[in-house]
């Protein structure tokens, strides 16, 4: 049985640009959510996905959208980059909705 | 009201010692409070959770106690090791445990030999 996996692990973008972060979560696990964590701090959590469905977003703009796919897998996209926006994108996945998640090792996004 | 706050930002303990990590939180909604630990390059690995149901919760060297009156909970490692050595954050999750957590700022501990 595999971990939660991100790409790229690392990814350079200049401010404007848009982005595509992917996750293939743990084997069977139907949910997903995405965090943000920039540096020194905690994640913060930006939205979850129950099959292929947003099932609640915390408090990021609307050009932070998300795809589930229907084996699960899923994808973070961040339009109109900010500087702002470097931080590392953790990914994590759950067997069902509300069990422990298991996060992957993020993908660490620097704007410039 | 949906922070959580955490202490200290950093900790030195000896090896052997004990670790302990504090946090506090305001929204009584709240019933889910995980820790987890994360190492350089690593996502975050969960240690040990409890819900306000129990006082306190024992897995090996990891223990949480749970103050629901104070809004407090905190981690205790016990014999701590050099290998303990990461970042800690306490979490908490109001949504019925859809895990849609909310982590406090983390503490840096490092453990010396």
């Known amino acids: 049985e595999t971990g939660v996996t991100q790409s790229p692990t690392h990814l350079i973008k200049t401010r404007g640009q848009q982005v595509t972060l992917r996750c293939s979560s743990q084997?069977?696990?139907?949910?997903v959510s995405w965090y943000q964590q920039a540096l020194g701090q905690g994640p913060q959590f930006i939205f979850q996905y129950y099959r292929e469905e947003e099932n609640g977003r915390g408090n990021f703009p609307p050009r932070f959208s998300g795809l589930q796919f229907p084996n699960y897998s899923s994808e973070l996209n961040v339009n109109a980059l900010e500087l702002d926006d470097s931080a590392l994108y953790l990914c994590?996945?759950?067997?069902?909705?509300?069990?422990?998640?298991?996060f992957g090792p993020g993908t660490r996004l620097l704007v410039l | 009201q949906q922070q959580v706050k955490q202490s200290p930002q950093s900790l030195i303990v000896q090896k052997g010692g004990i670790s302990i990590i504090n946090c506090a939180y305001e929204n009584t909604a709240f019933d889910y409070f995980p820790w987890y630990q994360q190492f350089p390059g690593k996502g975050p690995a969960l240690l040990i959770a409890i819900r306000p149901d129990v006082s306190e919760k024992k897995e090996g060297r990891f223990t949480i106690s749970f103050n629901k009156s104070a809004k407090q909970f905190s981690l205790h490692i016990m014999d701590s090791q050099p290998g303990d050595s990461a970042t800690y954050f306490c979490?908490?999750?109001?949504?019925?445990?859809?895990?849609?957590?909310?982590f406090g700022q983390g503490t840096r501990l490092t453990i010396n030999p």
């Open positions: 084997s069977g696990h139907n949910t």
């Open positions: 979490a908490a999750d109001g949504n019925q445990g859809a895990q849609k957590l909310v």
């Open positions: 994590a996945s759950s067997l069902v909705m509300g069990e422990t998640q298991y």
